[in-house]
């Protein structure tokens, strides 16, 4: 990318010539990670476990029913709370809070103020893929250290959204 312009008309030009890449490529982000995490849950569903078919969000809420639980959502709804925190770090927010909205009747009003504010952030694979792919057009020379940052990035994010909804929590309690 260029920071050289000749006239107004040509800073025109080439910024809306790199806003449109950019733009093409957050779609496309999206696109491949929603598409990649329909398929594992394609493959996965072949194995039945207690007569539901696995999918990568049972997988998830296996896994972040502990974390859902440490930051005071009950015990009894924390596979529902973890499996939405592991869709918002492989999808994104969008996605965890359209299903939010779809098991938000079996949730307690408690869970429910706990989980959006867990859920809203940015520190997710989606948003790193997209900021990853606008930095690598923005500035390239800097690749492999945007690269070596980002799982910390990812880490760092979601511990800022748990702390913000554990904090919730406590307040909402009193």
Not at 161 to 174: D, E, R
Request: glycine share 8%; charged share 10%; proline share 3%.
């Amino acid at each position: 990318m260029s920071l050289n312009y000749e006239s107004t008309m040509d800073a025109l030009a080439k910024g809306t010539r790199d806003g449109i890449i950019l733009a093409v490529n957050v779609g496309a982000m999206v696109l491949v990670l929603v598409s990649l995490v329909a398929l594992a849950n394609g493959a996965l569903s072949i194995v039945n476990l207690i007569e539901t078919p696995l999918s990568l969000e049972r997988i998830f809420g296996w896994i972040f029913s502990p974390i859902a639980w440490l930051i005071g959502i009950p015990w009894a709804e924390s596979a529902t709370g973890g499996s939405l925190l592991g869709t918002k770090l492989v999808l994104n927010e969008l996605v965890a809070f359209i299903q939010l909205a779809e098991v938000a009747p079996a949730l307690s009003e408690h869970s429910i103020k706990v989980l959006t504010f867990a859920l809203c952030g940015f520190a997710n694979f989606g948003s790193l893929g997209i900021l990853l792919g606008g930095l690598y057009i923005l500035v390239p020379d800097r690749r492999e250290e945007t690269i070596r940052i980002a799982p910390k990035s990812i880490v760092s994010g979601t511990m800022v959204n748990l702390m913000s909804a554990s904090i919730v929590s406590v307040i909402i309690s009193i």
